[in-house]
């Protein structure tokens, strides 16, 4: 069965440092796999997404994406946090025409 | 770009009260979602429209009923509310069949149930 893990419910981080939110996924086959970011009273917004090639996936607002085969993860990254990208941040993979949502991670970045 | 267009964006009912939410996409996608986000659960799937004539159960259809009424449009209805579905809820759309584009995703409704 698809399933998506977000192990951290809240990660917090300084301003100016480099952020991590993890995400584990467990696919029978081939994943696809997609960040998203929600910003509140918003509908979640398409950060990347990973399909095949380069285990290190670049998107938008500067994050990217590093997926690995062997651990089935994804992790989203960025090398330096702004206080605007604090958010609800999910991991999804999708089989078909259904996604699987991880449960979110909440990342305040602190000025 | 209006993306996907959600209506109403609150709503305050009485317990079995009845009422419809409506969802409109101009992106020319098939597929068409209804989810519900409740905190520390993310989000689940209450049902969803691989393409146009088509409707499937999610993960937690109870209480709801859905009509893709076109292309462009999945409603979604709630005929007798009840407190726990207090909630928000997002429809979303995605090209059918393609597995590396990802979900776009209304601003949402947000519920309350008396």
């Known amino acids: 069965a698809q399933s998506v893990a977000q192990p951290e419910d809240q990660v917090n981080v300084a301003e100016g440092n480099p952020l991590t939110v993890k995400c584990t996924y467990s696919v029978s086959g081939n994943p696809y796999l997609f960040w998203y970011v929600q910003y509140p009273n918003r509908g979640l917004q398409f950060l990347l997404k990973y399909i095949t090639g380069d285990n290190l996936v670049k998107g938008s607002y500067g994050f990217e994406a590093e997926f690995n085969k062997s651990q089935t993860s994804f992790h989203l990254k960025k090398p330096s946090a702004l206080v605007s990208d604090s958010a609800l941040y999910f991991c999804?993979?999708?089989?078909?025409?259904?996604?699987?949502f991880g449960t979110g991670t909440s990342l305040t970045v602190i000025p | 770009n209006a993306g996907v267009t959600q209506t109403p964006k609150f709503q305050v009912l009485k317990t079995g009260q009845s009422m419809t939410l409506q969802c409109a996409q101009d992106?020319?996608?098939?597929?068409m979602y209804w989810y519900r986000q409740d905190p520390g659960m993310g989000l689940r799937l209450i049902y969803y429209s691989a393409s146009e004539g088509t409707t499937d159960k999610g993960e937690v259809p109870n209480g709801y009923n859905v009509s893709r009424l076109n292309k462009r449009e999945f409603s979604l209805r709630l005929e007798s509310a009840a407190p726990s579905q207090t909630s928000v809820y997002f429809c979303?759309?995605?090209?059918?069949?393609?597995?590396?584009?990802?979900?776009?995703f209304g601003d949402g409704t947000r519920l309350s149930i008396l």
């Open positions: 992106m020319n996608h098939n597929s």
């Open positions: 979303a759309s995605s090209e059918w069949g393609t597995s590396n584009q990802p979900q776009h």
């Open positions: 999804a993979v999708r089989e078909g025409n259904q996604f699987y």
